[in-house]
Nanobody, 124 residues
Framework: VQLQAFGGGVVQAGGSLRLSCVAS????????MAWFRQAPGKEREFVAS????????SYADFVKGRFTISRDKRGNTVHLQMDSLKPEDTATYYC??????????????????WGQGTLVTVSS
């Protein structure tokens, strides 16, 4: 399975960005997807996850009400709509697929497939 994330860039505080991640390769069957992020000098952390059907989502407290995770009908693309961005949202954002397809938790070791990351920079 290969994951390619894109959509990062530079935005002013209060602005918006939309990240996308496309899964390819051996992606048959249903699987959940998630976004993590890693800020400079910090550990990677969970941001949000979505079930295979898109019907259920989970968010880290620091993005609730500002970020929205979704996936397309085909199921192999996940999006992260980021609104009301803050300078502390500056990070490289990674999409991921869990080894256990229906896992939606925050534990990074449960995710076997990772994208290359896309950099988001929020200026004050």
């Amino acid at each position: 399975v290969q994951l390619q994330a894109f959509g990062g860039g530079v935005v002013q505080a209060g602005g918006s960005l939309r990240l996308s991640c496309v899964a390819s390769g051996r992606t048959e069957g249903a699987y959940n997807m998630a976004w993590f992020r890693q800020a400079p000098g910090k550990e990677r952390e969970f941001v949000a996850s979505v079930t295979w059907s898109g019907s259920s989502t989970s968010y880290a407290d620091f993005v609730k009400g500002r970020f929205t995770i979704s996936r397309d009908k085909r199921g192999n693309t996940v999006h992260l709509q980021m609104d009301s961005l803050k300078p502390e949202d500056t990070a490289t954002y990674y999409c991921a697929i869990p080894g256990k397809r229906y896992y939606t938790g925050t534990v990074q070791s449960m995710y076997d497939y990772w994208g290359q990351g896309t950099l988001v920079t929020v200026s004050s």
